[in-house]
């Protein structure tokens, strides 16, 4: 409940200050007050205003739902100027929060009022007001969303948080976590969308990683979170999705869990980004084959060239990873467009590591590193450039081979020829 939107709904309620009689013209008590509250307010002496609302509070059957915003106000105003009294302060924001639940109980939950109860609750500290603050900033965050204040979503996820360390209960315990992941991406998406800036995502992100530290402590709630996933397919399709982006960043890409996600996802969105899902899991669980297939799957799914590249450098790099270096070679040389580099490295790395494999002779072995040279060169790494010369074969090699510097030599595995040199 923003502080203008309450002034104006109290300028208004001031228009009504004369009209504080009964229809026989006889003043009661209950309009007595309101009207003396009402003069208060115009004159902007709000303890005054605080105390005849406080009266008519108790003096009317019920107290319109008009008057309340201007009552809140005032006492807003009252104990922001005694808070560092250490009497009138407390005494003040326990008047502010028994005004905000009478006016509940008469006229029902107010949504503009909960960001600002939840807060008074937790300012107030009493027993149970962490659960109390909860559920009124959940009512008021969800309410506002995008346009809720950081501050508030900040503290509505602490309190989650300190409420989740606190509880005793497992069953509640494994609740409030439940929340904690649910809410992560809600209110990332509150986040995103109101613009308030990468530090409030990374607010977030160190409370669930407080949370959710390992795959132990996340995995049991997922098959109770697929049971709960929307039904409206660009938000079942953004839930799966954050899911599989969480297990991801607690390294728990090998579980039964995952896979379901990543079913899930290939069948409610068949995309290239689901079909790389679907490799990627193939690979943690060592199915290189598999994998390599469905990169292939998905390279004829991509419609841009630099998402052909990412896939073509995936590729090489599984043949790479599982040790079928001739496939990664021949693979990484056929990378195209911006990851064209890193291909050329791939490729560099397989001859390299290939190099005991292809000749007969400590020379012939040896000689590979020219190859090796000259894929490293187009890699543009200098290090790994370096390395392999230094891996070439030396004057003693070529002596002892009846060779010498400016002859030709033939890679058998590569099938290219190349002068003899030495680095």
Not at 40 to 50: C, G, I, L, R, S
Not at 185 to 193: R, T
Request: proline fraction near 2%; aromatic fraction near 10%.
């Amino acid at each position: 409940m923003k502080i203008e939107r309450l002034l104006l709904a109290a300028l208004f309620v001031i228009s009504f200050g004369g009209l504080t009689f009964a229809q026989d013209d006889q003043p009661n008590e209950c309009t007595r007050f309101k009207a003396i509250a009402g003069n208060a307010y115009q004159a902007k002496e709000y303890e005054k205003v605080t105390h005849y609302y406080v009266k008519a509070l108790n003096e009317c059957d019920k107290l319109e739902l008009k008057f309340y915003n201007p009552f809140i106000y005032a006492v807003q105003m009252s104990y922001g100027n005694a808070k560092a009294d250490s009497v009138a302060g407390p005494a003040y924001l326990d008047t502010l929060i028994m005004v905000y639940e009478a006016g509940q109980k008469a006229h029902g939950i107010q949504m503009d009022w909960q960001t600002y109860l939840g807060y008074y609750y937790l300012l107030q500290g009493e027993p149970g007001g962490m659960k109390k603050a909860d559920a009124a900033l959940k009512n008021g965050i969800h309410h506002s969303a995008e346009k809720v204040s950081k501050s508030f979503l900040q503290q509505y996820y602490a309190n989650l948080y300190n409420l989740w360390v606190q509880e005793q209960d497992e069953n509640l315990k494994n609740e409030y976590k439940k929340r904690i992941i649910s809410e992560y991406f809600k209110l990332s998406e509150y986040v995103n969308k109101g613009n308030m800036g990468p530090e409030m995502i990374t607010f977030l992100s160190s409370i669930i990683d407080n949370a959710v530290t390992d795959c132990a402590s996340i995995l049991p709630e997922i098959n109770a979170f697929m049971k709960e996933l929307p039904q409206e397919i660009e938000a079942k399709k953004a839930t799966v999705k954050n899911f599989m982006a969480l297990i991801e960043s607690k390294d728990c890409t090998k579980s039964k869990e995952y896979a379901m996600l990543v079913d899930t996802i290939i069948a409610i969105d068949p995309s290239v980004d689901a079909v790389l899902a679907k490799a990627k899991l193939q690979i943690s669980q060592g199915n290189t084959s598999g994998a390599i297939a469905t990169f292939r799957q998905a390279l004829t799914m991509a419609k841009d060239a630099d998402g052909k590249s990412d896939i073509e450098l995936e590729i090489a790099n599984a043949y790479y990873r599982s040790g079928s270096h001739q496939a990664a070679h021949n693979a990484g040389v056929a990378v195209s467009g911006k990851n064209s580099a890193k291909g050329f490295e791939i490729a560099a790395r397989s001859v390299n590591a290939m190099m005991n494999d292809c000749g007969v002779s400590t020379f012939d072995r040896k000689a590979n590193n020219y190859y090796a040279v000259e894929l490293a060169e187009k890699s543009g790494n200098t290090a790994l450039v370096n390395a392999y010369k230094a891996q070439c074969p030396t004057s003693s090699d070529i002596f002892n081979e009846d060779k010498a510097v400016g002859e030709t030599v033939t890679l058998s595995c590569w099938n290219k020829t190349y002068t003899i040199k030495t680095y």
